[in-house]
T-cell receptor, first 113, second 111 residues
């Protein structure tokens, strides 16, 4: 079946603009996770969803970052007033249930000029 | 919360030799330990995982061992090939919810 998909694959924006990143999880997966990966670095946890609720938002770097998930499926990560340090690859993953194997999407490469 | 330490950060081995990457974790309640492989410019992909009711699991040239007493687990790759070159991440669960990832190991296979 189809894997996790993300859009756009690449996004270039100007400092101060808002961006929206989209994640389509594997059908039937109830848990969805967002990570950030800076160049050559590890995986930084941002937020996860169980259904439509977000029990753990502890990884969001600032109040400029927000995420929502509707219908227990698609999720959107929004970054307001982007800064150059927001430049990174944003990875989404989903799992059948929380705590089970996570499958990653291809990521969105964000560049803030 | 869970703390995962991964070593070494870089590893270079000759083709055909074995490679071992080690991770330690802090939460004794953790019971699931996946390993991901990330090739340059690509997404992390699960290569093997182990649950706490077993001490070792093998899949062809890849094996993972788990020592729950010492709270560490290791990835073993035998007969390494150039296509094994990648960054490898270990992970452990925090509160049976999210995964906490190690810092990654950049493995280079020299021909």
């Amino acid at each position: 079946g189809a894997g996790v998909s993300q859009s756009p694959s690449n996004k270039v924006t100007e400092k101060g603009k808002d961006v929206e990143l989209r994640c389509d999880p594997i059908s039937g997966h109830t848990a969805l996770y967002w990570y950030r990966q800076s160049l050559g670095q590890g995986l930084e946890f941002l937020i996860y969803f169980q259904g439509n609720s977000a029990p753990d938002k502890s990884g969001l770097p600032s109040d400029r970052f927000s995420a929502e998930r509707t219908g227990g499926s698609v999720s959107t990560l929004t970054i307001q007033r982007t800064q150059q340090e927001d430049s990174a690859v944003y990875l989404c993953a989903s799992s059948y249930q929380v705590g089970e194997t996570q499958y990653f999407g291809p990521g969105t490469r964000l560049l803030v000029l | 919360g869970e703390n995962v330490e991964q070593h070494p950060s870089t590893l270079s081995v000759q083709e055909g030799d074995s490679a071992v990457i080690k991770c330690t974790y802090s939460d004794s309640a953790s019971n699931y330990f996946p390993w991901y492989k990330q090739e340059l410019g690509k997404r992390p992909q699960l290569i093997i995982d182990i649950r706490s009711n077993v001490g070792e699991k093998k899949d062809q040239r890849i094996a993972v061992t788990l020592n729950k007493t010492a709270k560490h687990f290791s990835l073993h790759i035998t007969e390494t090939q150039p296509e094994d070159s990648a960054v490898y991440f270990c992970a452990a669960p925090q509160g049976a919810q999210k995964l906490v990832f190690g810092q990654g190991t950049r493995l280079t296979i020299n021909p």
